[in-house]
């Protein structure tokens, strides 16, 4: 534990992205297989618990858990983690059900131009030619990739349909859930763990209590099976506890659109372990994957 204590404490923003956007990669297989047999809001619940566990104990041995710290970054990160965690991931647990981890995975990355149209039509920021051709690559390639049949898949249109509409609730989430973290860490002192555990404090009793409002008579089951047990810890571990903390640290020390930037290239990582799990791959995945991350790196500006 302390020596990812001492890792988190001199990471770089840019390195910060790319480790988290691997972690994600990691996790969302084993999210997938999870999500076999626990629901998404179980899921998203038990992984959230955890990972606040483990922020608990990493800030404690810091020495930073009773730090000072402003309410507006109370509310802020409340409502970012309430919103980009708390719904943001129930609907991308319920994507991967539907679509598989890599799929799913894929549609996160249509929150940088989301983000920008909302800029745009909201805020009426102006938007050079160069980032809507940037978002229109982007959506191109998504939309490349999740319309390619899958042989055998047996999925039904409606099942599959539902699944996009899942991804793409849960990178409109995402896209919530990063403005305000920015605002946050622009507006207040708060440090990058410390934030992650307000984040994930906030997503874990917004699940609790939609579970506890939507299922007031149902009993919470707990799966006994060591494998899922095993295939959740190890997917909250790196997913959320590591993943989630770099992301911070990410959206700290560097710009927003070179962080949104790394932060998306998780599909291109998921490639080579989905395949080593046994999954196929088509040359259209690669590319679509490829022509996607092109279109956010020209929406940020950071080619063309």
């Known amino acids: 534990m302390e020596s990812l204590i001492h890792v988190f404490s001199g990471v770089r923003g840019e390195t910060a992205a790319l480790v988290a956007a691997f972690c994600w990669a990691i996790a969302s297989v084993g999210w997938g297989r999870a999500g076999r047999q626990v629901a998404p809001l179980e899921l998203n619940f038990i992984k959230g618990a955890v990972g606040v566990v483990l922020l608990v104990v990493t800030l404690a041995l810091q020495g930073g858990l009773f730090a000072p710290v ?12 309430a919103v980009g ?20 995975l894929l549609l ?3 929150a940088p131009p989301l983000a920008g149209i909302v800029a745009w039509v909201s805020l009426g920021e102006r938007l ?5 051709t ?17 042989p055998g898949s047996g999925k039904p249109a409606s099942h599959l349909l539902r699944g996009v509409w899942m991804g793409v609730l849960a990178a409109m989430a995402q896209v919530f859930g990063a403005v305000l973290t920015r605002a946050a860490f622009a507006q207040t002192a708060v440090t990058p763990l410390f934030s992650a555990l307000l984040r994930m404090s906030a997503a874990v009793m917004t699940v609790f209590l939609w579970i506890t409002l939507s299922r007031p008579k149902k009993k919470w089951t707990v799966h006994r099976s060591r494998d ?11 997913g959320t506890y590591v993943g989630i903390s770099l ?8 710009s927003t659109g070179v962080a949104q930037t790394l932060l998306s290239t998780s599909p291109l990582f998921i490639l080579p372990i989905v395949v080593f799990v046994g999954e196929k791959v088509s ?4 590319a679509g994957v490829v022509v996607a991350l092109i279109g956010i790196a020209m929406l940020f500006g950071i080619v063309g």
């Open 85 to 104: 965690i708390g719904l943001g991931d129930t609907a991308y647990f319920e994507a991967i059900n539907s679509l598989g981890a890599r799929r799913a």
């Open 108 to 110: 996160a990355m249509l």
């Open 247 to 254: 992301q911070q640290f990410a959206f700290k020390y560097t």
């Open 128 to 132: 050079a030619p160069m980032a809507w």
């Open 228 to 238: 899922v047990w095993g295939l959740v810890l190890a997917a909250t571990f790196i």
């Open 70 to 81: 402003e309410w507006r970054a109370v509310w802020l990160l409340g409502l970012s983690g």
């Open 283 to 286: 040359p259209r995945a690669v």
């Open 134 to 150: 940037g978002m229109a690559l982007t959506i191109l390639g998504v939309a490349w990739v999740i319309t390619e049949r899958i």
